[in-house]
DNA sequence: AACTCGGGGCA
DNA sequence: TGCCCAGAGTT
């Protein structure tokens, strides 16, 4: 705790303790590096100060707002538990850990950290810093990436939870394992925890913590269309849940074996929205990693020849001009050609 | 209990 | 390149 208080970082949702702040910070955080979150998190509460505002906002603006920050069911969620709290609960956020965890998106982590922090609740957080501290601290075999982790984690950290300042004690413990309890490379000169460490006494701080072996994430190819029509491109919305869910993108899909990528590109878009096109025009590739596999998209100019949109997978569509795709959320693998488009199209 | 869900920082 | 990050929901 002394420790934190010498050398924790200054972080904007360290300024503002409130509920809702540290909410909003903590969803942001998920699965996130904070160098990362710290312009989202910045421009969200300058957008909507309070619960009440992001309860009015339409999703299409969170969303855009969430644009390139990933796992966007964490603003879907996000959205529809600041209206719950809003409509139902009378916009009071509840402090309480059962009626808090109830929340779309809150999780026992999120619960924990948001009540520790803002509410001073005896909760211990249970992330991915804490998992590597204590694995170290103590030599714990369980591997951190395994569906038991979080449980026998979960009891270690509870056992030496400092009920006078949960809030602090959490951040200590996360903030210990961001800056001197490193992945690679910890400085235990630096820990304060250092006699008391048994991987660091074993000299085996890069054996722990334990972890289970990784599959390997396989490389699906793709095409994509800019359909162009009256100086227009075609643009659709993804169904809401699933992958990017609620994001809008270039119509396109997976090319099959024995296929080209010019004439996947027809037959996905002809599938999607139902119009026939033509005169493909290759634009660009694209390399874009997800978590559970890796893309290589062949993005084509093509024009519209004939038919009426009539969905079929996507949940909307829209003809835009091309100055105005910025106003809609994309996921990142579509804006790495975004500005390519202009260029070639003002050309 | 296993799988899905983004994107970036960093060695 | 591969690893890992202030995890939660679904199956």
Redesign the pocket.
């Known amino acids: 705790m002394g420790w934190y208080r010498d050398n924790c ?1 200054q ?1 904007p ?2 300024r503002d303790t409130a509920l809702y702040p540290v909410w909003v ?3 942001m ?8 979150v710290i312009p989202y998190y910045l421009k969200f509460m300058e957008t909507w100060p309070d619960l009440e505002d992001l309860a009015a906002a339409d999703l299409e603006t969170v969303l855009k707002a969430w ?8 603003a879907r ?1 996000f959205h529809k538990a600041a209206r719950i709290v809003v409509r139902n609960l009378g916009g009071i956020i509840p402090d309480d850990y059962k009626g808090f ?1 109830n ?11 948001v009540l520790s ?1 803002a509410a001073a609740k005896p909760h211990a ?8 501290v204590l694995s170290r601290l103590l030599c714990v075999e369980t591997p ?5 982790a ?2 026998a984690y979960k009891a270690i950290a509870e056992t030496f939870l400092y009920e006078k300042d949960p809030g602090t004690y959490n ?1 200590a413990l ?2 210990l ?2 800056l001197v309890c490193t ?3 910890p400085d235990c000169a630096a820990c304060p925890l250092a006699e008391a460490c048994c991987a660091r006494e074993k000299q085996v701080t890069d054996l722990f ?1 334990r ?1 289970m ?5 396989p490389t699906v190819h793709i095409a994509a269309g800019i359909v162009r029509k009256n100086g227009k491109v075609l643009i659709t919305r993804r169904k809401l ?5 609620g ?1 809008w993108e270039f119509p396109g899909g997976k090319v099959e074996p024995k296929e080209s990528p010019e004439q996947a590109c027809i037959r996905e878009i002809r599938e999607e929205t139902g119009i026939k096109t033509g005169n493909l025009q290759f634009l660009t590739r694209v390399f ?5 596999f890796k893309i290589e998209m062949d993005v084509f100019f093509c024009d519209y020849i004939s038919g009426r949109v009539t969905l079929n997978g996507p949940i909307d569509h829209k003809w835009v001009h091309v100055d105005q795709l910025y106003q809609y959320p ?4 579509n ?1 790495k050609f975004m500005e390519l488009i202009t260029i070639v199209v003002c050309k």
Do not use: C
């Open positions: 970082r972080l949702w360290r910070s903590e969803v955080l998920q699965q996130t590096q904070v160098k990362t644009e390139g920050l990933g796992y966007y069911a964490r969620n965890k929340l779309p998106g809150v999780g026992d982590y999120i619960a924990s950290a922090i957080v249970v992330d991915g810093n804490v998992k590597r951190v990436n395994h569906s038991a979080h449980k951040q996360m903030e394992g961001a992945p690679k490379r913590p972890r072996a990784k599959k390997k994430v849940d699933g992958l990017l869910g994001l874009h990693a997800y978590t559970h994309f996921p990142r693998a804006l």
